[in-house]
């Protein structure tokens, strides 16, 4: 079969016109998918605006009146103790059932008596001499006379004669060995007395140092005592607690007690006993650099029920000590925490806007300063602390509600619909 050129020529323009549509149908298809797609597509969500002011926490404060309290502590002590030494000697005859330590002995009552026989005999010893110079200076009294009356027949006065003729110094002689009987006689006493250990005062016996039929010599140690009437503890007082203590002046004798509560842990129970401010030791301890005062506690061991507790406050006892101090108007009080600073209080108003105020710290405690400022009634205190507080920028109040706007309403429209 021949082959015939005009079929090859003919198919060259229907090449050319698919390799020129091609292009276009592509394009074209393109266009109308992009169309399709854009029409398909989402509108972009309302997102809300994340409002970043730093969260607080945040007090409402008042004025009010303050009578502050300064705590102490210290040891009960005796306000008296007595050391009774024996002022003669002798065996120890007699002791006291109650001669024991821990006994009781009222005022006056006998703890223990030294063999007396030799200070009795020294008694009659000594009367019997005073009987003597009694009667040796009437003796020489009428002897006396009868010489005046002797002189008075010479003719002369009494101013006249020598003091040998009147027997004047035989008189005077008697009348001072009489006077030294009488002293002789006292001390004879005075020695006899002391051979009976009596309680100087309502005590108790703290030591014992001697028993029955011990021989002791003058300046022998027998027992000691302490008084039970009043009870005392030394309490040290910080250099900057003083100033808030009514203190007496070292020589103010019409002060006002300032009350003191004594308060001790016995087992599981917490005890409390009225006192009161006695005095001020008036100087500083070098050391410490603390002040001491002095609480007075009536009838610790509740003999005479003047105190408010049942229980005895013994000597020894290791006490917390809340001493009523004065009283400060118009402070206000907030926590250490929400203090900065050079003494500056962070406020925050109703506009949630910050505001930084210095403020005169009166007193600081453990967890709370109480202070004088000038705080309107709409501020509040916030307790926060700020990374970098700035004065006027705004903060959000812990557990109050915020209200938050969508990123959308925040644009203009032309750029949503973009």
Same mark, same amino acid.
């Given at each position: 079969m021949a082959y015939t050129p005009q079929?090859?020529? /003919?198919?060259?323009?229907?090449?050319?016109?698919?390799?020129?549509?091609?292009?276009? $149908?592509?394009?074209?298809?393109?266009?109308?998918?992009?169309?399709?797609?854009?029409?398909?597509a989402k509108k972009p969500e309302k997102k809300p605006v994340v409002n970043k002011a730093p969260i607080v926490d945040v007090i409402t404060v008042a004025q009010r009146d303050v009578t502050f309290n300064i705590a102490s502590q210290g040891t009960v002590v005796a306000?008296?103790?007595?050391? *009774?030494?024996?002022? &003669?000697?002798?065996?120890? =005859?007699?002791?006291?059932?109650?001669?024991? #330590?821990?006994?009781?002995?009222?005022?006056?009552? &006998?703890? $223990?008596?030294?063999?007396?026989?030799?200070?009795? !005999? /020294?008694? $009659?010893?000594?009367?019997?001499?005073l009987g003597a110079m009694q009667a040796s200076l009437i003796e020489e009294q009428a002897r006396t006379e009868q010489a005046k009356e002797e002189w008075l027949l010479t003719g002369k006065t009494?101013?006249?004669?020598?003091?040998?003729? *009147?027997?004047?110094?035989?008189?005077?002689?008697?009348? /001072?060995?009489?006077?030294?009987?009488e002293a002789d006689l006292q001390q004879a006493n005075i020695k006899l007395s002391r051979t009976k250990i009596i309680a100087p005062y309502d005590a108790l016996l703290n030591e014992k140092h001697v028993d029955i039929g011990q021989y002791v010599s003058t300046g022998s140690q027998l027992a000691k005592t302490i008084a039970i009437d009043f009870a005392e503890v030394r309490l040290p007082i910080k250099q900057q607690d003083i100033g808030f203590i009514h203190l007496p002046k070292i020589n103010q004798h019409n002060y006002q007690? =300032?009350?003191?509560?004594?308060?001790s842990m016995q087992g599981s129970e917490l005890l409390s006993w009225n006192s009161s401010?006695?005095?001020?030791?008036? !100087? !500083?301890?070098?050391?410490?650099? &603390?002040h001491f005062i002095v609480a007075q506690v009536a009838d610790p061991y509740n003999l005479k029920d003047v105190n408010t507790s049942d229980a005895e406050l013994r000597v020894g006892t290791f006490v917390n000590a809340s001493i009523v101090g004065? =009283?400060?108007?118009?402070?206000?009080? +907030?926590?250490?925490? /929400?203090?900065?600073g050079l003494n500056q209080l962070h406020l925050i108003d109703n506009a949630n806007k910050l505001h930084i105020?210095?403020?005169?710290?009166?007193?600081?405690?453990? %967890?709370?300063?109480?202070?004088?400022?000038?705080?309107?009634? %709409?501020?509040?205190? #916030?307790?926060?602390? *700020?990374?970098?507080? +700035?004065?006027?920028?705004?903060?959000? !109040?812990?557990?109050? $509600?915020v209200e938050q706007t969508n990123e959308a309403e925040s644009l203009t429209p032309e750029k949503v619909e973009g």
């Open positions: 079929s090859s020529t /003919a198919s060259k323009p229907k090449s050319k016109l698919f390799l020129i549509g091609m292009p276009l $149908l592509i394009i074209i298809a393109g266009i109308l998918g992009f169309s399709s797609l854009s029409g398909m306000r008296t103790e007595t050391l *009774l030494i024996s002022e &003669v000697s002798g065996q120890i =005859t007699f002791v006291s059932e109650k001669f024991l #330590v821990g006994g009781y002995f009222a005022r006056g009552e &006998v703890l $223990l008596e030294i063999d007396p026989i030799t200070y009795q !005999v /020294a008694v $009659l010893e000594a009367e019997s001499r009494v101013e006249q004669a020598p003091v040998l003729a *009147l027997r004047l110094p035989q008189y005077q002689k008697a009348q /001072a060995e009489l006077k030294a009987a007690p =300032t009350p003191v509560q004594i308060s401010i006695h005095r001020y030791e008036g !100087v !500083v301890d070098q050391q410490s650099r &603390v004065k =009283t400060e108007t118009n402070l206000y009080t +907030v926590p250490r925490t /929400a203090l900065h105020i210095t403020v005169k710290v009166i007193r600081s405690e453990k %967890d709370r300063v109480y202070l004088a400022a000038d705080i309107a009634s %709409d501020m509040r205190v #916030v307790t926060t602390k *700020l990374a970098t507080p +700035v004065k006027g920028m705004v903060l959000r !109040v812990n557990g109050e $509600l």
